[in-house]
T-cell receptor, first 114, second 107 residues
């Protein structure tokens, strides 16, 4: 079965640079979620999109922005990167309705800021 | 939001049942109980969810007490591949991950 695809899998950036992470949800899933997991921490929700509209917002820094495109893929844009942004970034997707709580996660993008 | 309480760690012998408890005493009537797990640095994996009745799928069973204030995830025959952090979540959109239980399956 098709899974959530994230690219790139690994990314190394320097402070103050920008980064773009991409997420391709499971086919026919219309909701995308972004989570950040720092070293030794639990995943923290950043932002979500349903049908290309932002549906919920968590602890996402103002330096980050995201969007969902017409093909349902999503991109997380991160600017003015800081050392503390080094983390695993997970994307998850789900379908709406009763099964909406079942989120399927991608393998993550490991971002290292030096 | 309902809060959950889980033991920080548990051990289980390979081949035995792993029973992971979760307290969610402030759960509201329409909130589901979801279980996810995360194997080291992989994306979290959905396991099972339930509202009132016990549920079973190919991965696990979920037992919810009648008053819904606690639940138990059961892995019937734990294997080494089940070593992971297990999260009990009662708010699902978005998922709010607590500390979870680190399950170690021992050969």
């Amino acid at each position: 079965a098709a899974g959530v695809i994230q690219s790139p899998r690994h990314l190394i950036k320097e402070k103050r640079e920008t980064a773009t992470l991409k997420c391709y949800p499971i086919p026919r899933h219309d909701t995308v979620y972004w989570y950040q997991q720092g070293p030794g921490q639990d995943p923290q929700f950043l932002i979500s999109f349903y049908e290309k509209m932002q549906s919920d917002k968590g602890s996402i820094p103002d330096r980050f922005s995201a969007q969902q495109f017409s093909d349902y893929h999503s991109e997380l844009n991160m600017s003015s990167l800081e050392l503390g942004d080094s983390a695993l970034y997970f994307c998850a997707s789900s379908s709406t309705g009763w099964g909406g709580g079942e989120q399927y996660f991608g393998p993550g993008t490991r971002l290292t800021v030096t | 939001d309902a809060k959950t309480t889980q033991p920080p760690s548990m051990d289980c012998a390979e081949g035995r049942a792993a029973n992971l408890p979760c307290n969610h005493s402030t759960i509201s009537g329409n909130e589901y109980v979801y279980w996810y797990r995360q194997i080291h640095s992989q994306g979290p994996q959905y396991i099972i969810h339930g509202l009132k009745n016990n549920e079973t799928n190919e991965m696990a069973s979920l037992i919810i007490t009648e008053d819904r204030k606690s639940s138990t995830l059961i892995l019937p025959h734990a294997t080494l591949r089940d070593t992971a952090v297990y999260y009990c979540i009662v708010r699902y959109t978005p998922l709010v991950f607590g500390k979870g239980t680190r399950l170690s399956v021992i050969a």
